[in-house]
């Protein structure tokens, strides 16, 4: 038989290159590429974009895919040696997206996009926050911290899917049960022995709205100070011993002494004012600086402005501003008396007094001081003379209620647990969720029960988890809500177990710290112009400092430098959002990519490549005869 020759080291090598290089191929991964694209899309609109970017974007076989791409055009044009002329606007093609997708790789291993929260005054931070949270756990055994990768927003635990993790070097276990996407600390009503110093009966009621599509808890305890609260400013929830009708002098209710109330008052922001009160317990009345005309809106003279003090929907004074500066008015006889102490037409805060910034009117403020003699009469006015009393029933587990409308009683019943009644008050019902002889108030992290655009919790909301701690037959040892960034401590028999849960921070060569924070308004409106924060940037390993300024559409830069900006080695900063309350905060968005250079590159290449396709192609025409 003849001899089979070997094939050469060449030819090996051709053929390898022939089917890395090969059209089916590249078509393959392109096609598995939109594929898994499209499914990134579906999933990011189903679901979040942390989904997509856990299972697809991030995932390790999506990397893999986008370097087989890679080397499936690099030995494409390997295909066409020797090279030839008429191969140019191919090869540059190839290569500018090949260095495209490097640039995009090394963004995604090595880069990465955070925030960093700054106040005035405070520390420089060194630390950059993720959008990526994580569960810590101290284990008894070690004192040694562990952290694990905990993504929730992908991997949601829920009641019928828990997720366990085992506390390292004990038998005890953390079940993690749920998760909700807003916590708040709510006040909870607890049964205690009647031998406790500190109990009092308790009263825990719940107010729901159809209409308004709201639930508000209201917990009450006989104690001064805890026994009273306000509806929404219009209305008085009272817990009292006993009818308030049999005159029992355990129901009178405790003189208040005068007091006096001070608002710094903002014609830009109406809704937004300073208030001081010397007893720490605003009277609730609303007070606004308005122009007397809305064409002097900037005026810089007192006269062309007023001030209005709402006690209620139904009662409101109005008066001229010069008419109370350094003047004290009676608003209401031995009741309450205003009087304003001075004008700025662009108010601002120097060494401690109040100043003018300027002489435009970029900022119009009055301070104005309230004496209120006769705190009991004002507040009755303010709640609009509503007010809905509660004491304990004869029957057992029941308390009386009285719902009044100027002093006289427009209803009233008995009231159990579970049942519920409509007090007059639009739609609203009210339910008694629990009656307690003895019981005391904590505070304790429950799911947000109502939407947050209406409840005012929205900027101190944060998610949470619901963790229980059990031993090794699965007993539940305690149980409670965490909240991000918050660290609790479960108790078993003999050992305390802390936890924490939230997003995960990543040092910073250096660290930030903000100097002022400026937000220019468009001429003669109250609309931002731009966002500046000042910043100081501080190198650890050199102690220099250097300064720079994050504009909307300009961020800082740090290092600086433009061969550092060229090869993307630098963090850029940029304005994220803001907190219109608090001008002293900032949030900006940090962003550290050394692979853009290479995108930007591979970019230009690809096109000059694509120019050279099109400049390089011949066309002929045929022209018909006619």
Same mark, same amino acid.
């Given at each position: 038989?003849p001899?089979?020759?070997?094939?050469?080291?060449?030819?090996?090598?051709?053929?390898?290159i022939?089917?890395?290089?090969?059209?089916?191929?590249?078509?393959?991964?392109l /096609?598995?590429?939109?594929?898994?694209?499209?499914?990134?899309?579906?999933?990011e609109?189903?679901?979040?974009?942390?989904?997509?970017r856990?299972?697809?974007?991030?995932?390790?076989?999506?990397?893999?895919w986008l370097l087989l791409?890679?080397?499936?055009?690099?030995?494409?044009?390997?295909?066409r040696?020797?090279?030839?002329?008429?191969?140019?606007?191919f090869?540059?093609?190839? @290569?500018?997206? $090949?260095?495209?997708l490097?640039?995009a790789?090394?963004?995604?291993?090595?880069?990465?996009?955070?925030?960093?929260h700054?106040?005035?005054?405070?520390?420089?931070?060194?630390?950059?926050?993720?959008?990526?949270?994580?569960?810590?756990?101290?284990?008894?055994?070690?004192? &040694?911290?562990?952290?694990?990768?905990?993504?929730?927003?992908?991997?949601?635990?829920?009641?019928?899917?828990?997720?366990?993790?085992?506390?390292?070097h004990?038998?005890?276990?953390?079940?993690?049960?749920?998760y909700a996407?807003h916590i708040?600390?709510?006040?909870?009503?607890?049964?205690?022995?009647?031998?406790?110093?500190?109990?009092?009966?308790g009263?825990?009621?719940?107010?729901?709205?159809?209409?308004?599509?709201?639930?508000?808890?209201?917990t009450? @305890?006989q *104690?001064?100070?805890?026994n009273?609260?306000?509806?929404?400013?219009?209305?008085r929830?009272?817990w009292?011993?006993?009818?308030?009708?049999?005159?029992?002098?355990?129901?009178?209710?405790?003189?208040?002494?005068?007091?006096?109330?001070?608002?710094? &008052?903002?014609?830009?922001?109406t809704?937004?004012? $300073?208030?001081?009160?010397?007893?720490n317990?605003?009277?609730?009345?609303?007070a606004?600086?308005l122009?007397?005309?809305?064409? &002097?809106?900037?005026?810089?003279?007192?006269?062309d402005?007023?001030?209005?003090?709402?006690?209620?929907?139904?009662?409101?004074?109005e008066?001229p501003?010069?008419?109370?500066?350094?003047?004290?008015?009676?608003?209401?006889?031995?009741? @309450?008396?205003?009087?304003a102490?001075?004008?700025?037409?662009?108010f601002?805060?120097h060494?401690?007094?109040p100043?003018?910034?300027?002489?435009?009117?970029?900022?119009?403020?009055?301070?104005i001081?309230?004496? /209120?003699?006769?705190?009991?009469?004002l507040?009755?006015?303010?709640?609009?003379?509503?007010?809905l009393?509660f004491?304990?029933?004869?029957s057992?587990?029941?308390?009386?209620?009285?719902?009044?409308?100027?002093?006289?009683?427009?209803?009233?019943g008995?009231?159990?647990?579970?049942?519920?009644f409509?007090?007059?008050?639009?739609?609203?019902?009210?339910?008694?969720?629990?009656?307690?002889?003895?019981?005391?108030?904590?505070?304790k992290n *429950?799911p947000?029960?109502?939407?947050?655009?209406s409840?005012?919790?929205?900027?101190?909301?944060v998610?949470? @988890?619901?963790v229980?701690?059990?031993?090794?037959?699965?007993?539940? &040892?305690?149980?409670?809500? $965490?909240?991000?960034?918050?660290?609790?401590?479960?108790f078993?028999?003999?050992?305390?177990?802390?936890?924490?849960?939230?997003?995960?921070?990543?040092?910073?060569?250096?660290?930030?710290?903000?100097?002022?924070f400026e937000?220019?308004?468009?001429?003669?409106?109250?609309?931002?112009?731009?966002f500046?924060?000042?910043?100081?940037?501080?190198?650890?390993?050199?102690?220099?400092?250097?300064?720079?300024?994050?504009?909307?559409?300009?961020?800082?830069?740090?290092?600086g430098?433009?061969?550092?900006?060229a090869?993307?080695?630098?963090?850029?900063?940029?304005?994220?959002?803001?907190?219109?309350?608090?001008?002293?905060?900032?949030?900006?968005?940090?962003?550290?990519?050394p692979?853009?250079?290479?995108?930007w590159?591979?970019?230009?290449?690809?096109?000059?490549?694509?120019?050279?396709l099109f400049?390089?192609?011949?066309?002929?025409?045929?022209?018909?005869?006619?």
């Amino acid at each position: 038989m003849p001899e089979v020759s070997k094939p050469s080291h060449n030819q090996v090598w051709r053929t390898t290159i022939e089917i890395l290089g090969s059209l089916k191929l590249a078509v393959f991964l392109l /096609i598995s590429i939109a594929i898994a694209c499209a499914a990134a899309t579906i999933a990011e609109s189903r679901f979040n974009t942390a989904v997509a970017r856990h299972y697809i974007y991030q995932a390790p076989w999506f990397i893999v895919w986008l370097l087989l791409l890679c080397v499936n055009l690099a030995a494409a044009t390997l295909t066409r040696w020797p090279w030839q002329k008429k191969h140019t606007g191919f090869l540059i093609t190839h @290569l500018g997206i $090949i260095v495209l997708l490097i640039g995009a790789l090394i963004g995604r291993l090595t880069g990465f996009e955070g925030f960093v929260h700054l106040r005035i005054g405070e520390p420089p931070t060194g630390r950059v926050t993720l959008n990526q949270t994580m569960f810590q756990v101290e284990s008894p055994a070690d004192g &040694l911290l562990y952290a694990i990768d905990f993504p929730v927003e992908v991997q949601r635990p829920t009641p019928k899917k828990p997720r366990r993790l085992a506390v390292p070097h004990t038998n005890l276990k953390l079940v993690i049960k749920d998760y909700a996407e807003h916590i708040e600390s709510r006040e909870v009503l607890e049964a205690v022995s009647s031998s406790s110093p500190v109990s009092a009966p308790g009263l825990a009621l719940e107010f729901t709205s159809s209409m308004m599509r709201q639930s508000i808890p209201i917990t009450l @305890l006989q *104690l001064e100070g805890k026994n009273e609260d306000s509806f929404f400013g219009h209305a008085r929830i009272r817990w009292l011993l006993d009818d308030p009708l049999k005159n029992s002098p355990s129901d009178s209710e405790p003189s208040l002494s005068p007091s006096r109330e001070t608002h710094v &008052l903002f014609a830009r922001r109406t809704q937004h004012p $300073i208030i001081h009160s010397e007893n720490n317990q605003p009277s609730g009345i609303q007070a606004y600086l308005l122009p007397v005309k809305s064409s &002097l809106v900037s005026s810089t003279q007192p006269s062309d402005w007023k001030v209005i003090l709402e006690l209620s929907s139904e009662e409101s004074y109005e008066y001229p501003l010069n008419d109370i500066i350094k003047k004290t008015l009676e608003v209401i006889p031995d009741v @309450l008396q205003i009087k304003a102490h001075g004008f700025w037409h662009d108010f601002t805060m120097h060494q401690g007094s109040p100043t003018n910034r300027s002489d435009r009117p970029e900022n119009p403020a009055v301070i104005i001081q309230l004496q /209120i003699n006769d705190v009991s009469a004002l507040k009755t006015r303010i709640l609009g003379l509503r007010e809905l009393q509660f004491w304990p029933s004869s029957s057992p587990e029941a308390v009386s209620y009285r719902v009044l409308r100027s002093g006289k009683e427009t209803l009233s019943g008995v009231l159990r647990k579970g049942e519920s009644f409509a007090p007059g008050w639009a739609d609203w019902q009210v339910k008694l969720n629990e009656y307690l002889p003895h019981a005391v108030i904590r505070k304790k992290n *429950l799911p947000a029960s109502i939407p947050l655009q209406s409840s005012g919790i929205e900027s101190s909301a944060v998610p949470g @988890l619901l963790v229980a701690l059990t031993d090794s037959q699965g007993q539940r &040892l305690d149980e409670r809500w $965490i909240a991000s960034g918050e660290i609790a401590s479960f108790f078993s028999a003999n050992q305390v177990v802390r936890v924490g849960f939230g997003l995960k921070t990543r040092p910073l060569p250096f660290t930030v710290r903000l100097d002022r924070f400026e937000v220019p308004r468009d001429e003669g409106t109250d609309t931002p112009a731009n966002f500046i924060s000042h910043l100081t940037f501080r190198d650890t390993q050199t102690g220099l400092e250097t300064s720079a300024k994050a504009q909307m559409n300009y961020p800082a830069s740090f290092p600086g430098g433009l061969w550092r900006s060229a090869l993307g080695l630098n963090y850029k900063f940029s304005q994220a959002s803001w907190n219109p309350n608090d001008l002293d905060v900032t949030t900006l968005q940090v962003l550290y990519d050394p692979g853009w250079p290479f995108k930007w590159i591979g970019s230009l290449i690809l096109c000059v490549g694509i120019g050279i396709l099109f400049i390089g192609r011949k066309v002929n025409f045929n022209p018909s005869t006619q």
